[in-house]
């Protein structure tokens, strides 16, 4: 039977969960919603690609790119308002729940974080070590940097339900995947504050790539922006020079560990009606 390989991009599934979700859950007055969408979020995709294994990546706190470039990520927390930032701490609290607790009492084993490295890091260093021993890898994400992985996985954006994969790239965007590294070396991510080259996205990185622009200002300036593309490189690449090696271990899963988790936070309704959903997750 096919098997897939899950692989979870921690934080992306969590701010899902914090943006999608306004129950007002709440566990001995602490907010409790991120685990419970979390958690459902788990049974859903055990449901949908079964039968898998789960592996769980997390951002670390600490940032080796920004040793790279200080301006990496530089203003995401000061835009914020200091309501947004109460919110967030909050929010952060449930994060840090799922990983350190939630996750190890449910059993499952493989829960990765590295200190200075991104989740990203941790997803490609797993997905190129495991390429081949899998029927299939699913990279459970909505982030476009881990398209140069395509040849690899697939990616399956939990909150569209849409998944993407290497035909469906090249039919796209016409290159292949490991050429994605240079489209972003170029148009640089606004999400992540890498400067690009001026007045240059996504399509114009392309059609640069594939020789269909050779000649005019916005040739110049990519070609006058050598050193910045360069730069860039360390930055986009993944996995990041100097990601460790992931151990995968076996998952020790049962329905009572299950059980005891939901009646702990109240999510009785989880081991209710998802109770089948329960059976894939352990099998």
Known sequence: MRRYLIIIDSNYLCYIQKYALSRGLTYLGNNTEIIFGFIKSLLSLANKFYPCDFIFCWDSKSSKRKEINPDYKRHRHDSKTEEQKLLDAIAYNQFNEIRTFVLPELGFKNIFIQEGYEGDDLIARIVLDHEGLYNSIVVVSSDNDLYQLLDYCSLYDIFKKSIINKNMFLKEYSIEPTEWIRVKQIAG???????GVNGVGIKKAIKYIKGELNQ????????????????????????????????????????????????????????????????????
């Open 189 to 195: 991510c606004n999400g992540d504050e890498v400067k």
């Open 216 to 283: 005019g200002k916005v040739f110049d300036s990519i070609e006058d922006s050598k050193k910045l593309i360069r730069m860039n490189r360390r930055l986009v690449k993944l996995p990041l020079s100097g990601t460790m090696k992931c151990e995968l271990k076996k998952d020790d899963i049962t329905e009572e560990k299950f059980k005891r988790i939901c009646i702990k936070y109240n999510f009785k309704s989880l081991f209710g009606k998802e109770k089948e959903w329960v059976k894939k997750l352990i099998q």
